[in-house]
Structures are given as C-alpha cells and as structure tokens.
C-alpha cells in the first residue's frame, strides 16, 4: 500500500473530525464557533452552512482571514483561509440536511441561510496513530532515551 501523500492525510483528518471550530476577527478580538462541516471532497474549500444575518458573517465580511481547525483521533488540522459568503441555492439544498434544521430556521429556501465557503491557503497538521498509540508512545519517551514516534507533521499549500 502506498503512502498518503500530505494532502490526503490532512483531507483523510478533516473528513473524519467533521465539527470544525471557525475561528475569525470580531471587533478586533479573535472569536471561535463550533461549525459542521458540508461536502468536504478537497480540503482546499471547506462549506459551512450559517445564517446570513449573524455577527459571525458581518464580521467576516468585513476581515474575512479566517481560520479552521479540526481535531481527532486521527491527528489535527490547521487552515488559513479566506472566508466569504455564498448565496449558490442550489449548492445550499444539496448541502442541506435535518441537521441543519436544528441550527438554522425555514430551511434551504430561508433568504438568511447560505452557505459559508473558506477558500484554504494553507494547512498545518499533525497526524497520530490514534489516541491510545500515542500515549504509548509518551509513556515510552519518559522512560526511556528514545524519542516517541508521535506522527508526522508539516504544512502544505493548498
């Protein structure tokens, strides 16, 4: 089997955490938001699905540098990006799900719900071989002169 290049390992973590935080400038101060992710086939964009009307969008239309993360068993994940609203209906109904519903009012025809589209620059990750193995890895560092295989990390251009 042949080794993940940065890209699928960074696409492969982001796929599998699914909540993102969102973290963005709001009256000069750094603000962050729990936000699920939509349709993630290239970590290269990333959708959200938000509420026009919300401080969260004024705020990015007015610095719309935005950072993602994402954090699992399977490592972390870092991008930098630019965010910005996207009024697309009909990627909005395809992304729609019941989940959804339970965050934002009227459904996919709701003119206030559109979908949050962060064009990523970078990404900085950290793979592990999951929690357990990690810990394992620590706990062998401490007692030992050997250094912990914790994964592999880098940052790639997206």
């Known amino acids: 089997m ?3 290049t940065e890209t699928e390992t960074v696409t492969e973590i982001m796929q599998d ?16 938001v729990p936000m699920g992710t939509r349709d993630l086939d290239d970590p290269g964009t990333i959708h959200f699905l938000t509420e026009a009307s919300s401080d969260k969008m004024q ?8 950072n993602v993360t994402y954090s699992g068993d399977g490592g972390w994940v ?4 630019t965010a910005a609203r996207n009024d ?14 339970a965050f934002m009012e009227g459904g996919p025809d709701n003119p206030d719900n559109v979908v ?6 970078t990404a900085r990750y950290w793979a592990t071989p999951g ?18 295989d914790l994964g592999d990390s880098g940052t790639v251009s997206l």
């Open 2 to 4: 042949a080794d993940k």
């Open 17 to 32: 955490t699914g909540i993102a935080v969102l973290t963005y400038v709001e009256d000069g101060r750094l603000m962050s």
């Open 59 to 66: 705020a990015i239309a007015a610095n719309p540098q935005v």
């Open 78 to 81: 870092s991008v930098s990006g």
């Open 88 to 101: 697309d209906r009909a990627l909005l109904e395809r992304l729609w799900d019941p989940s959804a519903g």
């Open 116 to 121: 949050l589209t962060v064009s990523a620059e």
């Open 131 to 148: 929690s357990v193995a990690t810990v394992v890895q620590m706990a062998k560092g401490l007692v030992s002169d050997t250094k912990p």
